[in-house]
């Protein structure tokens, strides 16, 4: 069955270091995204892609990266873990003008940053 | 500057009772309206949907009422079940892109 996974699932870090959570979808949606949830802000969007090579900044993107080389999959890298980077981040894939515009997400990455 | 704005932020109804959470959104370009189901440490996942051409979209317990000139929407839960509580999300978006979340409302159904 076609899915989204996200890894790591849970991760603590620390301040100053670079992290990369993996997003990998298998439904081989053109579109792919990042957010991050936390508590009283809901879901934000960090980056975006609409196909490889593209990549878009969201609401809250300082301090975060992504790079697009394949359909399948969209690392969010942060350079410089900080504070109040610690959140629960979600992945999600969909197709554009398709009839549903429907976005499946990933379980998300609960990230700790100390 | 939030696109799409939610109310309430929780909301605690008997079990049998009628959730209603309501969004209010500002871009006139939005053509699709989700509305996603979070259960802890779980993913949103797509609950129900609906397109500015109609004014209402049922399924099952769960129903879409659009009001496309007031730029209004909201999830009616009829019969609510325990098994309902879990946080609910409004969203808009234009033609498949970014989704524009409202920050949520928390659900409670009690026995």
């Known amino acids: 069955d076609a899915e989204i996974t996200q890894s790591p699932r849970h991760k603590i870090t620390e301040t100053g270091r670079q992290v990369t959570l993996a997003c990998h979808q298998t439904?081989?949606?053109?579109?792919m995204f990042w957010y991050r949830q936390d508590l009283g802000h809901g879901l934000r969007l960090i980056h975006y892609?609409?196909?490889?090579?593209?990549?878009n900044k969201g609401e809250v993107s300082d301090g975060y990266s992504v790079s697009r080389s394949n359909t399948e999959d969209l690392p969010l890298t942060l350079e410089s873990a900080a504070s109040s980077q610690t959140s629960v981040y979600f992945c999600?894939?969909?197709?554009?003008?398709?009839?549903?515009?429907?976005?499946?997400f990933g379980p998300g990455t609960r990230l700790t940053v100390l | 500057q939030q696109q799409v704005k939610q109310s309430p932020q929780s909301l605690i109804v008997q079990k049998g009772g009628i959730s209603i959470i309501n969004c209010a959104y500002e871009n006139t370009a939005f053509d699709y309206f989700p509305w996603y189901q979070q259960f802890p440490g779980k993913g949103p996942a797509l609950l129900i949907a609906i397109r500015p051409d109609v004014s209402e979209k049922k399924e099952g317990r769960f129903t879409i009422s659009f009001n496309k000139s007031a730029k209004q929407f909201s999830l009616h839960i009829m019969d609510s079940q325990p098994g309902d509580s879990a946080t609910y999300f409004c969203a808009a978006s234009h033609s498949g892109y970014a989704l524009n979340f409202g920050k949520g409302t928390s659900l409670l159904v009690t026995p």
């Open positions: 892609s609409y196909g490889v090579h593209d990549t």
């Open positions: 439904w081989n949606h053109n579109n």
């Open positions: 999600a894939s969909g197709l554009s003008g398709s009839s549903t515009d429907t976005q499946y």
